[in-house]
């Protein structure tokens, strides 16, 4: 996977210096969990948006997918180490 920049630009209002974040997403079916950890996105300090850059996205959408579709099989995913993004990199 391709290393993110550590500021992107913002979806909504264009601005140049949307911040690295990082946010965590737990999901629960049958009693298994599955647990997305350290998903990069940027954040807007001047309008508040939050993007997700689109490789990352798809990557979290069908790891969802195949949870809830699958076999509910749980386990947990550190999502911005196969997106080469170390953790002190990003804004806490």
Same mark, same amino acid.
């Given at each position: 996977?391709?290393?993110?920049?550590?500021?992107?630009?913002?979806?909504?209002? *264009? *601005?140049? &210096?949307?911040?690295?974040r990082f946010k965590e997403k737990t999901l629960v079916k049958d009693g298994a969990a599955l647990c997305l950890k350290r998903i990069p996105y940027y954040y807007c300090p001047r309008c508040g948006e939050e993007t997700y850059d689109l490789d990352v996205e798809v990557f979290v959408e069908r790891a969802i997918k195949r949870f809830t579709e699958g076999n509910g099989k749980g386990e947990t995913i550190d999502v911005g &180490?196969?997106?080469?993004?170390? +953790?002190? +990199?990003?804004?806490?």
């Open positions: 996977m391709e290393k993110l920049e550590l500021v992107g630009i913002c979806a909504g209002c *264009y *601005y140049e &210096n949307a911040e690295l &180490n196969l997106f080469c993004v170390p +953790s002190e +990199s990003a804004v806490q």
